[in-house]
């Protein structure tokens, strides 16, 4: 089953901040982040694994709620270059496949 | 090249042509996978090959036909496609085993079923 994301889309102004959220129905080993430029590949940001680690890269970072199966994508003070749509993908044990959600539209403007 | 390389980039084609699609990883990996992305929908998984064996096949009709020589190339042969399988086809590849399962994506191919 796909988790869920929410917002479906997101507009920021230029050093604004933004959350993006990533809920599964089901228990979670691991929640991954990525980041879809237009008429590009999708791009690896992180991966999360069960135990409520929560992982950083520069002003990007993210949290995992093992309790709640949620994962949450922090995008502080954003730049232009984050925009692009936003997938989290889960998987049940280290060894599954992903199941990618429908992603977020996020859009940075000057 | 490095990565993960797709061809072509973009391809159309009518619903009786044959045509196929091409997937290699310079990355050693030795997973990879085919996903369908269409528009206002998740990434949907189609295929996926570990090791060079084909583990998993998401009910995908039989008009599509992976193949997969050796671990790092991978083949999407299309036949008698129908307009609703137009979509960005993507290729990844990751290394199954470790604790987790990063997937490096390529560019993928912009598929036309006319």
């Known amino acids: 089953q796909q988790p869920v994301q929410s917002p479906q889309a997101v507009i920021l102004r230029e050093g604004e901040d933004a959350v993006i959220n990533c809920s599964s129905s089901k228990a979670l080993y691991s929640v991954h982040w990525y980041r879809q430029k237009h008429g590009e590949a999708p791009i690896f940001l992180m991966i999360?694994?069960?135990?409520?680690e929560q992982k950083g890269h520069d002003k990007i970072s993210a949290s995992f709620n093992e309790k709640k199966q949620q994962s949450s994508l922090y995008l502080t003070a954003s730049q232009l270059s984050y925009s692009g749509t936003y997938f989290c993908?889960?998987?049940?044990?280290?060894?599954?496949?992903?199941?990618f959600g429908k992603g977020t539209m996020l859009l940075v403007s000057p | 090249e490095t990565g993960v390389t797709q061809t072509p980039r973009h391809l159309v084609m009518g619903m009786t042509n044959k045509k196929s699609l091409k997937c290699e990883q310079h990355?050693?990996?030795?997973?990879m996978y085919w996903y369908k992305q269409s528009a206002k929908k998740p990434l949907e998984l189609m295929f996926v090959?570990?090791?060079?064996?084909?583990?998993e096949n998401n009910s995908v009709p039989s008009r599509f036909s992976p193949e997969c020589p050796n671990s790092s190339h991978l083949f999407l042969h299309l036949h008698t496609l129908q307009p609703e399988d137009s979509a960005l086809y993507l290729c990844a590849s990751s290394q199954v085993g470790f604790s987790y399962n990063e997937q490096f994506f390529g560019p993928g191919t912009r598929l036309t079923v006319l």
């Open positions: 999360l694994l069960k135990g409520g």
């Open positions: 993908g889960t998987s049940s044990s280290g060894y599954s496949t992903l199941t």
């Open positions: 090959y570990n090791f060079k064996e084909q583990t």
């Open positions: 990355l050693g990996h030795n997973a």
